[in-house]
């Protein structure tokens, strides 16, 4: 079974930064894609960024210039690095892994302080 687990969310202020973590329980390569998605309170999960099997990036343009989606494959993890955040950014933050099935971590809380 296929388990992604999130870490690195947290308190932050306006203008900080935070790397979140995406810990897969299998090789990453064994993914066509794998991303994050966010939800903030009262409104719908948006996507935030994904990374192929084969290392291409994309972003929604709300963050483009400001997260980072990257990964260790030896480690199996995948990581957003989150730059001058907005307090628009706060939101639970979900790594997802496409095979083609999707599958979902557990969600990690990202709040910013203005």
């Known amino acids: 079974q296929v388990q992604l687990v999130e870490s690195g969310g947290g308190l932050v202020q306006a203008g900080g930064s935070l790397r979140l973590s995406c810990a897969a329980s299998?090789?990453?390569?064994?993914?066509?894609?794998m991303g994050w998605f966010r939800q903030a309170p009262g409104k719908q999960r948006e996507w935030v960024a994904a990374?192929?099997?084969?290392?291409?990036?994309n972003y929604v343009d709300s963050v483009k210039g400001r997260f980072t989606i990257s990964r260790d494959s030896a480690a199996n993890l995948v990581y957003l690095q989150m730059n001058s955040l907005k307090p628009e950014d706060t939101a639970v933050y979900y790594c997802?892994?496409?095979?083609?099935?999707?599958?979902w971590g557990q969600g990690t809380q990202v709040t910013v302080s203005s």
């Open positions: 990374i192929t099997n084969g290392g291409s990036t």
């Open positions: 997802y892994a496409d095979n083609p099935q999707r599958y």
């Open positions: 299998r090789s990453i390569f064994s993914y066509i894609d």
